[in-house]
C-alpha cells in the first residue's frame, strides 16, 4: 500500500501544479497574473536552480576522499604479462576520462546492470540474474530525447535561429506524416523524440511499478520527477499538435527573458502557462532531488579515480599523530604473565629484567 500513497501524494501534487496556472490565468487573469507566471516565477526558478547546483556541487567537492574507491569491474594493471582493462579498471587518468566519456554519453555502468530474481520451477527455488537491457535502452532515450527537445527550443531563444536547430529539426522531423486536417488547422509534422520521451517516461513509471523489488523502495521522490516531466511533454505535444498557442508572442516573451527586458505580449494561451509552469517547478525542484545525478556523476569518487593501488601509496592527508603502544613494549610489560597464561611470547623472562636493568 505503501507504493499507492506515493503515487497519489505525487499525483496529486503535479495536478494541484497544473491547476494553479490553469486557475490564476483562465479564470482570474489580468496583467498581474501574466506577469507572475510569466517573469516572476520563471527568474525565480532559474535563481533556486543556479544557486541550488552551486552549493550542491560545493557542498560535495568539500567531502573528503583521503582513500582511493573506484568501482571496478575487470582485471587491474599488475605485472605486464597479465591483460588488463583499461577502462573498467583505469590506472591513469587518461583511463579514467574514457570511463567518464562512455559513462557520460552512453550510460555504460546501467548497461551493464543485471536484476535479481527468485525463481521456482520442478527443482524448487533458484536465482537468476536478468540483464536489465531495456532499462538501458529506456534512460538512453529518455535522456538523448530529452537533449534534443532542449536544445530545439533554441529556436524560441534565439534570433536569428542557429544553423543547428534546423539540422536537429530537420533529422528529428523525418518522418512527415503529410497535411492532415485537425482542429482547423493543417498538422505539423511530428517529432520522433516526442514519442520517445512519452514512451519512455511511461516505461520508467510501469517498470517501478512492475518490478515488485523497485516498487518496495519508491518514494514520492521517485515519482513526482516522472509526473512533472511527463505532463511537460503532454502539454508540450498538445500545444504543437492540438490546442493552439501564438508561436510568435510565446517567442517575444522568451527572448525578452533572456535580454532582461521581459515583457508577456497578449494572446498566450492557458495552456502555454501551464506548460511554463511545469518547467519552472522542474527546474526549482532539481538540485534538491534525485536529479542531481546530472552533475554529481563528475564528483564521484567510484567514477573518478584512477585505480592504481598496487604501485602507488596513498596517505591519509588528514592524518594525525597518535600515541600508540607497540606489540614489542605490550610483551615487555606483560610478558611474566603472558608466559604464565600459556600464551607464546617473542622472547622469555629474562628478557624483561634485562630491560627494566637498562632503564
Known amino acids: ?73 575487470g582485471q587491474e594493471w599488475s605485472f605486464p604479462w597479465i591483460k588488463s582493462n583499461p577502462i ?40 537468476n540474474y536478468e540483464w536489465e537491457k531495456w532499462l538501458w535502452l529506456a534512460a538512453l532515450a529518455f535522456h538523448y530525447s530529452f537533449l534534443v527537445i532542449f536544445l530545439r527550443h533554441f529556436r524560441f531563444f534565439l534570433d536569428p535561429i542557429p544553423g543547428f536547430v534546423h539540422v ?36 520508467l513509471f510501469v517498470r517501478r511499478i512492475y518490478i515488485h523489488q523497485v516498487r518496495y523502495i519508491s518514494l514520492p521522490a521517485d515519482y513526482f520527477p516522472l509526473f512533472i516531466i511527463l505532463g511537460l511533454g503532454l502539454t508540450g505535444v498538445l500545444m504543437r499538435y492540438a490546442i493552439r498557442v501564438d508561436i510568435t508572442a510565446v517567442k517575444e516573451l522568451s527572448i525578452s527573458l533572456f535580454q532582461f527586458s521581459p515583457k508577456v505580449p497578449d494572446g498566450i494561451g492557458v495552456i502555454f502557462f501551464i506548460h511554463l509552469f511545469l518547467l519552472c517547478v522542474l527546474i526549482a525542484y532539481f538540485p534538491f532531488s534525485k536529479l542531481m545525478h546530472m552533475a554529481g556523476i563528475f564528483l564521484s569518487p567510484t567514477r573518478n579515480m584512477a585505480n592504481n593501488n598496487r604501485f602507488k601509496r596513498h596517505v591519509n592527508p ?24 600459556g600464551i607464546p611470547v617473542d622472547k622469555g623472562v629474562e628478557a624483561t629484567s634485562e630491560s627494566g636493568k637498562k632503564e
Open 1 to 73: 500500500m505503501n507504493f499507492i500513497i506515493s503515487i497519489l501524494f505525487s499525483g496529486i501534487a503535479v495536478s494541484v501544479i497544473v491547476l494553479i496556472p490553469w486557475i490564476c490565468i483562465g479564470a482570474i487573469d489580468g496583467a498581474f497574473m501574466r506577469s507572475l507566471f510569466g517573469i516572476i516565477i520563471p527568474y525565480a526558478a532559474i535563481a533556486t536552480f543556479l544557486i541550488g547546483i552551486v552549493v550542491r556541487v560545493i557542498s560535495w567537492s568539500r567531502s573528503p576522499v583521503p582513500f582511493r574507491i573506484p568501482t571496478t569491474a
Open 88 to 127: 573498467d579498471n583505469p590506472k591513469g587518468m587518461g583511463g579514467v576520462i574514457l570511463r567518464m566519456i562512455f559513462e557520460v554519453l552512453l550510460f555504460r555502468s546501467l548497461f551493464r546492470n543485471t536484476r535479481l530474481e527468485y525463481l521456482n520451477d520442478e527443482n524448487g527455488p533458484k536465482i
Open 168 to 203: 536537429l529539426e530537420s533529422l528529428d522531423g523525418f518522418m512527415q506524416l503529410g497535411i492532415i486536417p485537425f482542429n482547423g488547422f493543417g498538422m505539423p509534422g511530428v517529432y520522433i523524440t516526442d514519442g520517445l520521451l512519452l514512451a519512455a517516461v511511461t516505461y
Open 318 to 341: 588528514w592524518n594525525y599523530p597518535v600515541k600508540f603502544h607497540t606489540y614489542a613494549a605490550y610483551e615487555d610489560e606483560f610478558r611474566e604473565k603472558m608466559i604464565e597464561a
